[in-house]
């Protein structure tokens, strides 16, 4: 199984921007959705978005649409979140996952068959 390598994060102010990466261990196949969620402190692990590694079909939290956006860099096993008009209650460990195949449902940590390690982005007000 892939797991990523990701790269990115630290401390910002309300309203930049930051962009994760993560980059897998290994190609995923065209049949893989990769994944970012995040864990405030305190907090349950969240879904943030995915993306189709085929096709590059996306989905993103209600939480961050329309600012933080999913893409991917096939030639480089790369996954991205590009984070805009940050805030403070986006602060959280962000990590990257991964599955074998799409999924219809909700998506949930536990649904997922393997993580990157994660990285601390802090938003400060």
């Known amino acids: 199984r892939s797991s990523c390598r990701r790269l990115g994060g630290g401390l910002v102010q309300a309203g930049d921007s930051l962009r994760l990466s993560c980059e897998a261990s290994?190609?995923?196949?065209?049949?893989?959705?990769m994944a970012w969620f995040r864990q405030a402190p305190g907090k349950e692990r969240e879904f943030v978005a995915a993306?189709?590694?085929?096709?590059?079909?996306?989905l993103h939290a209600g939480s961050v649409k329309g600012r933080f956006t999913i893409s991917k860099n096939s030639a480089r096993n790369t996954v991205y979140l590009q984070m805009n008009s940050l805030k403070p209650e986006d602060t959280a460990v962000y990590y990257c996952?991964?599955?074998?195949?799409?999924?219809?449902?909700?998506?949930?940590?536990?649904?997922?068959?393997?993580w990157g390690k994660g990285t601390l982005v802090t938003v400060s007000s």
């Open positions: 996952a991964a599955r074998t195949s799409w999924y219809a449902g909700t998506w949930s940590p536990g649904v997922m068959h393997s």
């Open positions: 290994e190609r995923p196949s065209s049949s893989h959705a």
């Open positions: 993306i189709k590694w085929s096709g590059g079909s996306t």
